[in-house]
């Protein structure tokens, strides 16, 4: 069998339920009987001029599977751009969203720090005034205790230690100087 004719057996009879293969199976039929016609030297009848026209109708088919390879790369290459197009857009949106976060980050790291300065203070102050209470009740015991003796020998006694223990005050008011 020719060359031409087994590839067309080979590409054309398969079974497949569409119209459009169905149309290139009766005309690769055609071409084969058109080929058949005649005989030549290989056995086959061939008309006069068929075999021009075999290559004519080879060639019109070879163009139309190009061009619908063509428009097939074509679609190919527009649904990659898009697919592209749609990957950039996206890239975009996430570095916007990126961009919201990383404000959201660095307002919410401020309010903390602005609060943790504020703790400390507030933490100093609380000290300092627990150290004042501790004192001053310290105080009111010494007095009351001093309030029994019957001389003023605890004033005057320097041995005598809780009169040196005088609280150290500090004001709010130099806390926030610094």
Known sequence: MSPV??????????INSSLRRRT????SFSVVFLYCGNSNS?????????????HQLMDQRKRKRMESNRESARRSR?????????????VTQLAEDNNQILTSIAFTTQHYLNIEAENSVLRAQMMELSQRLGSLNEILRFLNNGAYETSDESFT???N???LNQPITASADLMFEY
């Open 5 to 14: 004719v087994s590839e067309i057996l080979r590409s054309e009879f398969m």
């Open 78 to 90: 527009m649904r990659k751009q898009k697919h592209l197009d749609d990957l950039t857009a996206q």
């Open 161 to 163: 230690i809780h009169h």
């Open 42 to 54: 290989s056995g086959f009848m061939v008309p006069s001029g068929s075999e021009e026209d075999l």
């Open 157 to 159: 006694n320097p041995f």
């Open 24 to 27: 290139h199976l009766v005309q």
